[in-house]
């Protein structure tokens, strides 16, 4: 990837908490910082209001998200935020709004979420409570880190559930798992890559439920921010990434050096979980090769109307932290992780398995040259079991820095890189200490610290 501004993030959070006074047709629009409060109160006039054409070749959708469903043996939970809340009534005066849009949307995509716990009543209550959308409206889910995504599918339906690429208008649409964590898988990342390369001649919407602007400081969420911009980065076509996760409405353009601003869309819950701005949906208006326009509506308030977003031009630029102090420098393919231990010892489904090759062995060449002005240096292992572990400027001379004597859980180990390694190449070799045992050195992952290790 292209080297990113080392630029401190800046972020603007659009939106804040609607008044509670009524909004009447003759009544001031009050601007709330960040778009303008209206008294539109249908998709027809917000279309016109905006210059927006609804038709076939340029539909809209309506975006959710985070609706939290708990099981009804859960209500009222003490420290529960969501559990003391009306859900079930944001949720079924939604579904009657949705039925009453005309035109009606092209398609509702809900960026996760949708059960608090992921259990199979959270997921049969939200299809009962969906069944009542008309059935002329598509629905696609994503599922967020509350969701258990196998029930999700199994529940719902896989073409609400599991058909997560679609074709709207002129755009081609791609909803992510972020799994638990904000991380793609092996299989999420090869989705991502073959959707982008058939995505060629079109724009582009990426749909997740982790939001790659929240939290800047937290590596998963940095490494999903770098997977989706390594992804999209050579597109001429507009991309935008739309989110949930973070219970609140932020528009920014994600920008990196060299490269055109990316429009990220992160929004808020769709019911009265904690949240700014919940419980709101979301209108996008999707011209041929741009989005023309969109808005938010805190749809059991109705007075209030919709709040028009500013055009894209005027959101606030987010430059991210690059990965420096912090990179991941390895990722664990866990599928060819398993095929290399069943081509070892032929473990079974259930099996713990090492990540090292067929010679009981992984040997890694790391360039660090080019962190050199962050000296000092330090290198931070995320391993268990038994292991040893050599590194050196060659791989002919390689000298042990760590040896796990036994068997060992999980540990964080960090080593400074010598001075003299830190203007060229460190090679790493990871070894089974005790191959013979089957148990295997097993590495969950290597980072590069720019600083020096408190």
Same mark, same amino acid.
């Given at each position: 990837?292209?080297?990113?501004?080392?630029?401190?993030?800046?972020?603007?959070?659009?939106?804040?908490?609607?008044?509670?006074?009524?909004?009447?047709?003759?009544?001031?629009?009050?601007?709330?910082?960040?778009?303008?409060?209206?008294?539109? $109160?249908?998709?027809?006039?917000l279309?016109?209001?905006?210059?927006?054409?609804?038709?076939?070749?340029?539909?809209?959708?309506?975006?959710?998200?985070? &609706?939290?469903?708990?099981?009804?043996?859960?209500?009222?939970?003490?420290?529960?935020?969501?559990?003391? /809340?009306?859900? /079930?009534?944001?949720?079924?005066?939604?579904?009657?709004?949705?039925?009453?849009? $005309?035109?009606?949307?092209?398609?509702?995509?809900?960026?996760?979420?949708?059960?608090?716990?992921?259990? =199979?009543d959270?997921?049969?209550?939200?299809k009962?409570?969906?069944?009542?959308?008309?059935?002329?409206?598509?629905?696609?889910?994503?599922?967020?880190n509350?969701?258990?995504?196998?029930?999700?599918?199994?529940?719902?339906?896989?073409?609400?559930?599991?058909? /997560?690429?679609?074709?709207?208008?002129?755009?081609?649409?791609?909803?992510?798992?972020?799994?638990?964590?904000?991380?793609l898988?092996?299989?999420?990342?090869?989705?991502?890559?073959?959707?982008?390369?058939?995505?060629?001649?079109?724009?582009? #919407?990426?749909?997740?439920?982790?939001?790659?602007?929240?939290?800047?400081?937290?590596e998963?969420?940095?490494?999903?921010?770098?997977?989706?911009?390594?992804?999209?980065?050579?597109?001429?076509?507009?991309?935008?990434?739309?989110n949930?996760?973070?219970?609140?409405?932020?528009?920014?353009?994600?920008?990196?050096?060299? &490269?055109?601003?990316?429009?990220?869309?992160?929004?808020?819950?769709?019911?009265?979980?904690?949240?700014?701005?919940?419980?709101?949906?979301?209108?996008?208006? #999707?011209?041929?090769?741009?989005?023309?326009?969109?808005?938010?509506?805190?749809?059991?308030?109705?007075?209030?109307?919709?709040?028009?977003?500013?055009?894209?031009?005027?959101?606030p630029?987010?430059?991210?932290?690059?990965?420096? =102090?912090?990179?991941?420098?390895?990722?664990?393919?866990?599928?060819?992780?398993?095929?290399?231990?069943?081509e070892?010892?032929?473990?079974?489904?259930?099996?713990?398995?090492?990540?090292?090759?067929?010679?009981?062995?992984?040997?890694?060449?790391?360039?660090?040259?080019?962190?050199?002005?962050?000296?000092?240096?330090?290198?931070?292992?995320?391993?268990?079991?038994d292991?040893?572990?050599?590194?050196?400027?060659?791989?002919?001379?390689?000298?042990?820095?760590?040896?796990?004597?036994?068997?060992? =859980?999980?540990?964080?180990?960090?080593?400074?890189?010598?001075?003299?390694?830190?203007?060229?190449?460190?090679? #790493?070799?990871?070894?089974?200490?005790?191959?013979?045992?089957?148990?295997?050195?097993?590495?969950?992952?290597?980072?590069?610290?720019?600083?020096?290790?408190?």
């Amino acid at each position: 990837m292209k080297k990113m501004h080392l630029i401190a993030a800046a972020l603007a959070v659009a939106g804040t908490v609607f008044g509670s006074a009524p909004l009447t047709d003759d009544a001031p629009k009050p601007n709330y910082g960040f778009g303008n409060e209206t008294a539109i $109160r249908s998709v027809e006039e917000l279309a016109g209001a905006i210059g927006a054409t609804v038709t076939p070749e340029t539909p809209y959708l309506v975006l959710l998200s985070d &609706l939290h469903l708990y099981s009804l043996a859960d209500a009222g939970k003490e420290g529960d935020q969501v559990c003391s /809340r009306d859900i /079930r009534g944001d949720l079924n005066k939604l579904v009657d709004v949705l039925n009453h849009l $005309r035109p009606a949307p092209a398609l509702v995509v809900i960026t996760g979420d949708l059960g608090h716990t992921g259990t =199979p009543d959270q997921y049969q209550e939200l299809k009962t409570i969906f069944g009542r959308l008309d059935p002329a409206i598509p629905v696609m889910a994503i599922p967020g880190n509350h969701d258990n995504p196998a029930v999700m599918r199994e529940v719902l339906g896989e073409e609400i559930a599991g058909n /997560r690429v679609r074709k709207l208008g002129s755009w081609t649409l791609l909803g992510l798992d972020t799994g638990k964590t904000g991380t793609l898988s092996t299989a999420e990342r090869q989705l991502l890559k073959q959707t982008v390369s058939e995505a060629e001649n079109s724009p582009l #919407l990426i749909f997740t439920h982790h939001t790659p602007i929240q939290q800047p400081g937290w590596e998963p969420i940095r490494q999903l921010r770098e997977d989706l911009v390594n992804a999209v980065e050579e597109r001429t076509l507009p991309t935008w990434l739309i989110n949930g996760h973070a219970h609140a409405n932020f528009l920014v353009r994600m920008q990196y050096e060299d &490269l055109p601003a990316i429009p990220v869309v992160t929004h808020t819950s769709s019911s009265s979980s904690f949240g700014y701005d919940a419980p709101a949906l979301r209108v996008i208006f #999707l011209g041929e090769k741009q989005i023309s326009g969109s808005a938010i509506w805190r749809y059991t308030v109705p007075e209030c109307g919709f709040r028009i977003d500013p055009p894209v031009a005027e959101w606030p630029i987010y430059t991210p932290v690059p990965r420096d =102090p912090l990179r991941e420098l390895f990722f664990i393919d866990r599928d060819k992780q398993k095929e290399l231990a069943v081509e070892r010892r032929g473990v079974g489904e259930h099996e713990r398995y090492d990540y090292v090759d067929a010679d009981g062995r992984l040997l890694l060449a790391i360039p660090v040259a080019e962190y050199a002005k962050n000296a000092p240096l330090t290198l931070e292992f995320d391993l268990e079991s038994d292991y040893i572990v050599r590194a050196g400027g060659a791989e002919d001379s390689l000298t042990e820095i760590f040896n796990s004597g036994s068997r060992r =859980p999980r540990k964080t180990l960090r080593w400074q890189v010598p001075a003299e390694l830190q203007h060229g190449i460190v090679y #790493l070799e990871i070894c089974d200490r005790t191959p013979e045992d089957g148990f295997g050195a097993f590495l969950h992952g290597i980072r590069l610290l720019g600083e020096r290790a408190k």
